[in-house]
C-alpha cells in the first residue's frame, strides 16, 4: 500500500537531473540521471512543502508550509514568492497539494480549503480559479495533484470523488475516468498524477 500522506515530492528537469522535496530537512536535493547528487537548496519555508513542479525552462516552484508558492531558478537561487494564508483570490487555505505550470509560464495550485485549482501569471499575480466543492462534472472533493499536458489541458486528481478531471485551458470540463474501488482502472483516493511525452496518464492509487 502507498502511503496515504504520498505527495509530487519529485520532478525531473529537461536534462533528466531528478529534484527531490527533502522537506523534514527544509531542502530539494538535485541529482544527476544516474542518482549521483549535485547539489541542494532551499529555506525554512519547504518543511512539510507538499508539492514541486518544474517548467519548460527548468525552474523549480513548490509550494510551502507558510502557505507560499516558490520559484527557484536553475542555479537554486529563489527568484519570486507569492502567496499568504487567507480566503482572499490570492491567499491559501489549505491543502496546496498540486502545483503546474503551463506553456506560458502561468502557475496552477490547488488550494483544498476552497476545493479549487487557482490559476496565477509567471510574476504570481492571481488570475481565476477552475473548479468548486462537489461531485458534478469539473467538481472536486479535493484536488490532490495537477498535471498540465502539451495543449495546456489540466489533469487533477480529485481524491474524494476517487477519479481522475480533465480541464481544458480555459478550465472547461472535458472528461473523466475511474470510480471507486480496487479494481484495474479504479482507485481508493488518488493522490499523485503524472504525463509522459505520449501523453500517457500515471496516477498514485494511495490505499
Same mark, same amino acid.
Given at each position: 500500500?502507498? &502511503? &496515504?500522506?504520498?505527495?509530487?515530492?519529485?520532478?525531473?528537469?529537461?536534462?533528466?537531473?531528478?529534484?527531490?522535496?527533502?522537506?523534514?530537512?527544509? /531542502?530539494?536535493?538535485?541529482?544527476?540521471?544516474?542518482?549521483?547528487?549535485?547539489? =541542494?537548496?532551499?529555506?525554512?519555508?519547504?518543511?512539510?512543502?507538499? $508539492?514541486?513542479?518544474?517548467?519548460?525552462?527548468?525552474?523549480?516552484?513548490?509550494?510551502?508550509?507558510?502557505?507560499? #508558492?516558490?520559484?527557484?531558478?536553475?542555479?537554486?537561487?529563489?527568484?519570486?514568492?507569492? !502567496?499568504?494564508?487567507?480566503?482572499?483570490?490570492?491567499? *491559501?487555505?489549505? +491543502?496546496?497539494? +498540486?502545483?503546474?505550470?503551463? &506553456?506560458? !509560464?502561468? %502557475?496552477? #495550485? =490547488?488550494?483544498?480549503?476552497?476545493?479549487?485549482?487557482?490559476? *496565477?501569471?509567471?510574476?504570481?499575480?492571481? %488570475?481565476? /480559479?477552475? &473548479?468548486?466543492? !462537489?461531485?458534478?462534472?469539473?467538481?472536486?472533493? +479535493?484536488?490532490?495533484?495537477?498535471? %498540465?499536458?502539451?495543449?495546456?489541458?489540466?489533469?487533477?486528481?480529485?481524491? !474524494?470523488?476517487? /477519479?481522475?478531471?480533465?480541464?481544458? $485551458?480555459? +478550465?472547461?470540463?472535458?472528461?473523466? *475516468?475511474? $470510480?471507486?474501488? $480496487?479494481?484495474?482502472?479504479?482507485?481508493?483516493?488518488?493522490?499523485?498524477?503524472?504525463?509522459?511525452?505520449?501523453?500517457? %496518464?500515471?496516477? #498514485?492509487?494511495?490505499?
Amino acid at each position: 500500500m502507498v &502511503s &496515504s500522506f504520498v505527495r509530487k515530492q519529485l520532478a525531473i528537469d529537461s536534462f533528466h537531473n531528478i529534484y527531490v522535496v527533502d522537506s523534514l530537512n527544509s /531542502r530539494i536535493q538535485k541529482f544527476n540521471p544516474t542518482g549521483t547528487f549535485i547539489t =541542494s537548496f532551499g529555506n525554512d519555508g519547504l518543511k512539510f512543502s507538499p $508539492s514541486i513542479t518544474i517548467d519548460s525552462s527548468n525552474n523549480i516552484y513548490v509550494t510551502t508550509s507558510y502557505y507560499q #508558492v516558490q520559484k527557484f531558478n536553475s542555479s537554486g537561487s529563489l527568484v519570486l514568492t507569492f !502567496g499568504s494564508y487567507g480566503s482572499g483570490d490570492a491567499q *491559501f487555505t489549505s +491543502g496546496m497539494y +498540486g502545483i503546474a505550470v503551463d &506553456s506560458f !509560464g502561468n %502557475i496552477f #495550485v =490547488s488550494d483544498n480549503g476552497t476545493n479549487s485549482i487557482k490559476k *496565477f501569471s509567471p510574476t504570481g499575480g492571481y %488570475i481565476t /480559479r477552475y &473548479s468548486s466543492y !462537489g461531485t458534478g462534472d469539473g467538481q472536486n472533493r +479535493g484536488v490532490m495533484a495537477i498535471a %498540465i499536458d502539451s495543449f495546456d489541458n489540466i489533469y487533477f486528481a480529485d481524491n !474524494g470523488n476517487n /477519479r481522475i478531471q480533465k480541464l481544458n $485551458s480555459s +478550465g472547461g470540463y472535458l472528461s473523466q *475516468f475511474g $470510480s471507486a474501488g $480496487s479494481g484495474p482502472g479504479q482507485f481508493n483516493f488518488p493522490r499523485g498524477i503524472a504525463l509522459d511525452s505520449f501523453g500517457n %496518464i500515471y496516477v #498514485v492509487d494511495a490505499n
